[in-house]
Nanobody, 123 residues
């Protein structure tokens, strides 16, 4: 079992930056592809970014390229999402995901989900 706990979400203003963290416990993340998804109120959960188990490959939603950066620190069993130049449209709950198969992370069919951290961007 892998437990994922997201943190770092808070109320920010347009143009601000945030770094979200996803800390894992139970197993090492070295064998897992990791991803971030988000869900705004009244909308479906959408893919944000993913990183391969090796850390060698990263993937981003086309509409979010350039402002989001995913990274991982396996020594700390943690995955990060750096978000720059936040916009009100980024307001959502952000979820961390993990799966042993990288492709499953990118399509959201993962073995493990965190409970999410809320990001609110005011204009």
């Amino acid at each position: 079992q892998v437990q994922l706990v997201e943190s770092g979400g808070r109320l920010v203003h347009t143009g601000d930056s945030l770094r979200l963290s996803c800390a894992a416990s139970g197993r090492t993340l070295r064998d897992y592809g990791m991803g971030w998804f988000r869900q705004a109120s009244g909308k479906e959960r959408e893919f944000v970014a993913a990183i391969s188990w090796s850390g060698g490959r990263t993937y981003y939603a086309d509409s979010l390229k350039g402002r989001f950066t995913i990274s991982r620190d396996d020594a700390k069993n943690t995955v990060f999402l750096q978000v720059n130049n936040l916009e009100p449209e980024d307001t959502a709950k952000y979820y961390c995901a993990a799966d042993r198969q990288d492709i499953r992370v990118r399509v959201g069919r993962v073995e493990y989900w965190g409970l999410g951290t809320l990001v609110t961007v005011s204009s």
